[in-house]
């Protein structure tokens, strides 16, 4: 084996989950997730991409110190890995940094600490990061370990675009403004971009457009996030799949007037019932368009929601960048999806979105221009791969260290 190899191992862990991907140079090399940690039944799949074997088995997992063990066997017996303390370095996504974590960086005590302040704002994720921190430390001391913060490319939006217009002191005092999320896909999507429309990056401007589950859309300037439609929490912005993205706040104060839902309840309709599961009973597009096909009112209803709001963030993100290079479609829906692909750019064909759409049909998950030779901003699909740019983060920061 050479053994100048960079070794990496990529890990999200959520609180009850462990995604990982291991990568050698920049291939990746093997995959996999565990679920249900701390159930009953844990539900574990590891592949070897190599030899592309697919394990699966239903056995417990009691927390994620064992999850570890659990991969770190799983590289042992396929001999992908002879140990964990041969890796050359680790890399965490953590969804949010707060206001000081603001670029990737080597974990130490101090960052730990910093993860777990800032896990007050971000309950359903920073304290899940962090057991998983932990567990990879605990298994291999030695090896550095690396955060990769959602929030961190979003850290370079002006202040006018980041507060709330609240009183002051709720910003000052308790952190709320605009943190944005699904950064190291921005990032990741819009420097591919660039780099295959030979536009050098930080003289690129752009509109990406993440488009999964959960959704959001960022306007980049001279390639640093200048605005985003998440917000303090991944809720805002965008219909989603089951969250609501933008609604007017009276609602939820007039809803806990008149009914009996308490905080945790009202968070649970507007994050896990709402968005196209609340609009018409199902949350994958896939079972949408099905629908649709079938006759379904609330499943085109839910569509043309989807559409209408999603144009009106491009349009109101075409508004503010000085020049727009390229609008970029990622993840699940946009590199998916040739339909809403075709109805969100139809809608903007005046400001100069001028979708190619014999080029559009049909096509999934491969970087491509969808856009006609006239039109003014380039219309790209750009397949998004957050493990492989926390992987290559992970490694410049080893090497630099
Ligand atoms: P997540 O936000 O969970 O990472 P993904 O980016 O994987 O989600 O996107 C998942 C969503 O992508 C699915 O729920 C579905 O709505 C959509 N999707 C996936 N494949 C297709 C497809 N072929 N056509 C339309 N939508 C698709």
């Known amino acids: 084996m050479n053994t100048n190899t960079k070794k990496i191992l990529v890990i999200n862990s959520g609180s009850s989950s462990i995604k990982f991907k291991l990568y050698e140079d920049k291939k990746a090399v093997a995959s996999g997730v565990i679920e249900k940690i701390g159930e009953h039944t844990s539900k574990i799949e590891l592949k070897d991409l190599i030899s592309d074997k697919v394990e699966k088995r239903d056995e417990p997992v009691p927390n994620h110190q064992a999850g570890i063990n659990v991969i770190s066997e799983f590289f042992q017996d396929s001999g992908i890995l002879e140990s964990l303390e041969d890796l050359d370095g680790c890399g965490h996504r953590v969804v949010h940094g707060g206001k000081n974590l603001t670029e990737p960086c080597l974990i130490d005590t101090n960052i730990l600490k910093e993860i777990r302040r800032v896990g007050v704002i971000a309950p359903l ?28 490319f979003h850290s370079s939006m002006p ?33 591919k971009a660039a780099e295959f429309l030979g536009i050098d990056y930080d003289k690129f401007n752009a ?44 609602i939820i104060s007039h809803l806990a007037r008149i009914s ?69 479609f990622t993840a699940g829906v946009g590199e998916n999806s040739d339909l809403v692909r075709k109805l969100v750019c139809n809608k ?54």
Request: charged letters at 20%; a negative charge.
């Open 207 to 250: 509109i990406s457009a993440h488009l999964g589950n959960g959704a959001s859309i960022c306007a980049i300037e001279n390639g640093r996030s200048v605005d985003t439609s998440m917000g303090f929490t991944p809720l805002e912005g965008l219909m989603m799949g089951t969250r609501c993205g933008d609604i007017d706040p009276a």
């Open 348 to 401: 903007l064909s005046h400001l100069g979105f001028d979708i190619d759409e014999g080029i559009n049909e049909g096509l999934r998950g491969k970087l491509s221009l969808i856009s006609k030779e006239s039109s003014k901003v380039k219309i790209l699909i750009v397949p998004t791969d957050e493990e492989l740019e926390i992987a290559n983060i992970t490694t410049s920061l080893i090497n630099n260290a």
């Open 260 to 328: 009996d839902y308490n905080t945790e309840e009202l968070d649970a309709i507007m994050n896990k019932r709402s968005g196209f599961l609340g609009v018409c009973g199902y949350n994958d597009l896939r079972d949408v368009d099905t629908q649709i096909q079938s006759g379904n009112e609330k499943a085109k209803l839910a569509l043309d929601m989807y559409i209408y709001r999603l144009a009106k963030y491009i349009g109101s993100y075409f508004s503010i960048l000085p020049r727009t290079d390229a609008l970029i």
């Open 159 to 191: 202040n006018y675009a980041y507060m709330y217009a609240l009183p002051y002191e709720f910003y000052e005092k308790e952190g709320i403004r605009k943190y944005g999320f699904h950064g190291t896909s921005h990032s990741y999507v819009s420097k």
């Open 125 to 152: 994720h920073n304290p899940a990061h962090l057991v998983g921190i932990k567990a990879m430390i605990s298994a291999a001391p030695e090896v550095p370990n690396v955060a990769v913060f959602d929030t961190a």
